[in-house]
């Protein structure tokens, strides 16, 4: 069970904001650092927020040194990641592919997550039980692939998952009691998924808070023995 007491947050968007709320009501005695691109407002004194340039590898390398200044980090959540912008719209078939969205996506969706786990995954805690999750997706799935299409989004999430795998095997190695894992949380009600709404149920359009909530209670259940694999906001495993 999640004890943490010092937590990193990569990402300030809908769903990052979400996870910060909802541990500082389930760890109140937590210190929470939250790095995003652009500045979030909080008035809780256990919530600081900092820049981060993802662009930066020495930016993603300070972000890592002030979480961990005072003591080791329990539990790293990385909530960043990208579906569409003004310039990029997923693939509905091969002749809409081009290099710069596969660049684009890959580097926000698999690069960035990787060179996190670079700097973040060395300082986790191992005196208990800690945790590193980054946000991945149900679309990354091989096995689960049925409609085709968004080629670069659901490659660059499996990419992210074998990252996540081959991670979770070396810090086994010094670290046994760590989980490193991937973790989908639905259909979220965020910039992310606006255009996209419109096919899903209501009842499956979940709020950040939800997800938020239900994807800490999945966390909240996992083992060491779980290592390296990806699980959904309802605590299924997601398939290679």
Same mark, same amino acid.
């Given at each position: 069970?999640?004890?943490p007491e010092n937590i990193a947050i990569i990402g300030g968007g809908a769903i990052g904001t979400a996870f910060s709320k909802e541990l500082i009501i389930k760890y109140p005695d937590s210190k929470i650092n939250i790095f995003s691109r652009k500045p979030v407002n909080s008035s809780i $004194? &256990?919530?600081?927020?900092?820049?981060i340039d993802y662009d930066d590898i020495s930016s993603i390398h300070s972000a890592a040194e002030l979480a961990s200044s005072e003591r080791s980090l329990d539990l790293?959540? #990385?909530a960043t990641g990208i579906l569409h912008d003004e310039h990029l719209r997923p693939e509905k078939s091969l002749r809409d592919l081009s290099s710069q969205n596969f660049e684009t #996506?890959?580097?926000?969706n698999t690069i960035v997550p990787a060179l996190i786990a670079k700097y973040f995954l060395p300082?986790? &805690?191992? $005196? %208990?039980? &800690? #945790?590193? @999750? @980054?946000? &991945?997706a149900r679309v990354g799935s091989i096995s689960d692939n049925q409609l085709g299409g968004w080629y670069a989004y659901r490659a660059s999430k499996s990419a992210l998952n074998m990252i996540i795998k081959s991670a979770s095997i070396e810090v086994a190695r010094k670290n046994p009691e760590a989980i490193v #894992?991937?973790?989908h949380p639905g259909t979220v009600d965020s910039n992310l998924s606006k255009p996209f709404q419109h096919s899903v149920d209501a009842n499956k359009l979940f709020t950040p808070e939800y997800a938020a909530q239900k994807m800490l209670l999945v966390l909240d259940c996992l083992t060491p023995s779980? %290592?390296?694999?990806?699980f959904a906001w309802d605590g299924s495993e997601i398939l290679p």
């Open positions: 069970m999640l004890k $004194n &256990s919530i600081s927020h900092h820049l790293v959540l #990385v #996506v890959f580097k926000v300082i986790l &805690s191992r $005196n %208990t039980g &800690s #945790v590193f @999750a @980054a946000l &991945s #894992v991937g973790l779980q %290592t390296g694999k990806c």
